[in-house]
């Protein structure tokens, strides 16, 4: 069961800028680090943020992670074709006692 | 290259078994800490369980909705983990992901094979 929950589309221009909001809780993103991963339709999900804002090699700097209390957010400047795909939220629950995902955002590039 | 490649998917009937199996190279799997996520077409992802390394040692967590039908193992000699599956139901359909998790996050991703559970 999802208890991150991201609105379920959002969109923009070329060029312009996005951000995805992610809401837990105190035991979720209140107590841990949280990831988003990026997917394109068809294909496995790809780690895009990693500890609330570090990025892996290779992911470019358009992408940035921040958070603050039980939230965080991925946000894309620049924003390019290739960046259209679903994007998902994710962190360790500690009453749950195990990883949740968000519910998932779908950007759309117009 | 770190890669991971799951095998084993299939059709299989409510009530049944199926033991997926994802196969490792390019890093020491032994130190590594490994997690299933599971997805419906068209859906989200879904997290089914994790098995830690030999120093915890093997530990397994589940998500509630597998946990008692579901078990996960590792084979450090062969660079593998296994996800067996029992007592099958429709909404186990899915693709299931094999991933590696460091420090929270996952990373790599196999590329997933499917389960179909229908009569």
């Known amino acids: 069961q999802s208890v991150l929950t991201q609105l379920p589309s959002a969109s923009a221009t070329p060029g312009q800028r996005v951000t995805i909001s992610c809401s837990g809780s105190s035991s979720s993103i209140g107590t841990n680090p949280v990831n988003w991963y990026q997917q394109h339709p068809g294909t496995a999900p790809k780690l895009l943020i990693y500890s609330n804002n570090q990025r892996p090699s290779g992911v470019p700097d358009r992408f940035s992670g921040s958070k603050s209390g039980t939230s965080a957010s991925l946000a894309i400047s620049g924003l390019q074709s290739e960046d259209e795909a679903d994007y998902y939220c994710a962190t360790w629950d500690g009453s749950l006692n195990g990883y949740v995902f968000g519910t998932a955002t779908k950007v759309t590039v117009l | 290259e770190v890669q991971l490649v799951e095998s084993g998917g299939g059709l299989v009937q409510p009530g049944g078994s199926l033991r997926l199996s994802c196969a490792a190279s390019g890093f020491t799997f032994s130190d590594y800490w490994m997690d299933w996520v599971r997805q419906v077409p068209g859906k989200g992802l879904e997290w089914v369980g994790q098995i830690r390394n030999r120093g915890v040692p093997y530990t397994t967590n589940y998500a509630a909705s597998v946990k008692g039908r579901f078990t996960i193992s590792k084979d450090d000699s062969k660079s593998s983990v296994f996800l067996q599956m029992d007592s099958l139901k429709i909404e186990d359909t899915a693709v299931y992901y094999c991933?590696?998790?460091?420090?929270?996050?996952?990373?790599?991703w196999g590329q997933g094979t499917l389960v179909t559970v229908s009569s």
């Open positions: 991933t590696r998790e460091n420090w929270y996050r996952f990373d790599p």
